[in-house]
């Protein structure tokens, strides 16, 4: 079989890793140097809807995995339901639940979903916005309710901060059309986690609750990043809690979906904060985590092109989907200056050896005219270790980290600490 992946970061080549298992013929769109070495690049952009369902039907996909939220917001998955292409992604409109916060709000609210209060402003009513934030008080949370990368949200801790914030949605429109609309948060305190769930529109399958570090700096400082490492399982999210998240979030909100007529096979990303009244949802993603699908993935213990079949094919409910025992970590290898301006075209050295010992995945990589393989984006490189429990899965991939060299490479080294913690307690 041929299975096109769509993506080039390290979500992408993770389920590519996860794919190639099956004996699959692999293609991505566009990939990196990672998936180059176990499938096809062909250079056919991530978001290019009409190019990528052309290059499925000719080359008789039989199953597509799109990684990125921009194609499934854009209704990839709903030109490859109406080409008969097999696809796991949600429709457009299922899609929504990440690509409008002002949607998730109101769905969430209209479910009865925990989560932060809320309420959202366009951009003729700024006086109102500004009244708003006004008489809640600060913390408070101001988001561009569109897709903006994962930056559209920026926690306030002062009213200047506020006011900046609101000015550069609604006014500077710093985020284009993404800031149309603002959403106003209550600002949530607790401890955030990841529980991803595949489904294929009638039953689900939650995979290991994960934990993202998403600030560039140790002990969580400094900006918000695509993601700087990734652990699972996450001892936060224990069985109880996990089951609690699956009857008041996961599941109203696939029923909610399904009831409002808006299909969706594939992963339900749930964001959520663990607050003193229990779990609330931060967000939802309508696509796997990134690096969150690093660690996930390495831990299914099924074929990881199964279940994606499973959930194309609408018959999750007769797959028996089980997470391994062990535990997985991720260390994202970024660019100096990241999330800010970074150098690119940076040789990388040592990788052979650090893939003999861990799970090397790329994200921003390429290879120069002399084939050398050279950093190409923010984050370069995510480094997987698995073992039977956190410490020694990060002890893996933190000495497989180490051998791997480029100028300028930045990591955080704390990456599952909390867990660490937690576990001890
Ligand atoms: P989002 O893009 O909505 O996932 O937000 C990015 C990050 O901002 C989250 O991972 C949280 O750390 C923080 N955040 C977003 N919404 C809230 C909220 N209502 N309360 C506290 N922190 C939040
Ligand atoms: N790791 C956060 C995300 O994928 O949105």
Avoid at 38 to 43: D, L, Q, S
Avoid at 147 to 173: H, M, Y
Avoid at 289 to 302: F, M, S, T
Avoid at 357 to 377: C, K, M, N, Q, Y
């Amino acid at each position: 079989m041929r299975i096109l992946v769509v993506g080039s970061g390290g979500r992408e080549h993770a389920l590519g890793w996860g794919l190639d298992c099956s004996g699959a013929a692999l293609y991505f769109t566009p990939g990196n140097a990672g998936t180059a070495a176990i499938g096809k690049n062909v250079p056919i952009a991530a978001d290019n809807v009409t190019a990528l369902t052309a290059f499925a039907r000719q080359e008789s996909i039989g199953l597509t995995v799109v990684g990125p939220e921009v194609p499934l917001v854009k209704g990839v998955a709903n030109a490859f339901a109406e080409a008969r292409l097999p696809i796991v992604g949600p429709s457009a409109e299922a899609a929504e639940i990440e690509g409008s916060k002002a949607f998730a709000k109101a769905f969430m609210a209209r479910r009865g979903i925990p989560t932060a209060t809320f309420a959202v402003f366009s951009r003729s009513e700024y006086d109102n916005a500004w009244a708003h934030i006004e008489e809640q008080g600060v913390p408070i949370v101001i988001k561009a309710s569109g897709l903006a990368a994962g930056k559209g949200a920026i926690v306030c801790a002062t009213l200047d901060e506020a006011r900046t914030a609101l000015d550069r949605i609604l006014r500077s429109q710093d985020f284009g059309e993404a800031g149309a609309e603002v959403v106003i948060e209550e600002c949530m305190t607790g401890e955030e986690a990841s529980v991803l769930a595949f489904t294929d529109g009638e039953d689900y399958v939650c995979l290991s609750p994960a934990q993202d570090h998403k600030r560039i700096g140790e002990g969580d400082i400094g900006p918000n990043t695509g993601g700087m490492g990734a652990y699972a399982p996450a001892p936060l999210v224990d069985a109880p809690l996990l089951q609690r998240v699956r009857t008041d979030i996961i599941e109203p909100a696939l029923e909610g979906l399904a009831s409002e007529g808006r299909i969706y096979r594939g992963c339900l990303y749930a964001g959520i904060m663990v607050t003193e009244s229990g779990p609330k949802v931060v967000e939802f993603n309508c696509r796997l985590g990134d690096p969150e699908a690093q660690v996930v993935i390495p831990l299914l213990d099924v074929d990881t092109a199964e279940l994606m079949l499973a959930v194309a094919e609408r018959r999750l409910g007769n797959l028996r989907v089980e997470m391994s025992g062990s535990a997985a970590a991720c260390v994202v290898l970024a660019s100096h200056g990241y999330p800010g301006a970074y150098q690119k075209g940076c040789v990388i050295t040592g990788l052979e050896s650090a893939g003999d010992a861990a799970l090397v995945f790329h994200a921003g990589t390429g290879l120069d005219d002399a084939e050398r393989l050279i950093t190409s984006g923010g984050r370069v490189l995510g480094v997987t270790g698995l073992g039977l429990s956190l410490q020694p899965a990060l002890d893996q991939a933190y000495a497989a980290a180490d051998l791997i060299h480029f100028d300028g490479v930045t990591m955080r080294r704390d990456i599952g600490q909390k867990g660490l913690v937690r576990l001890a307690s």
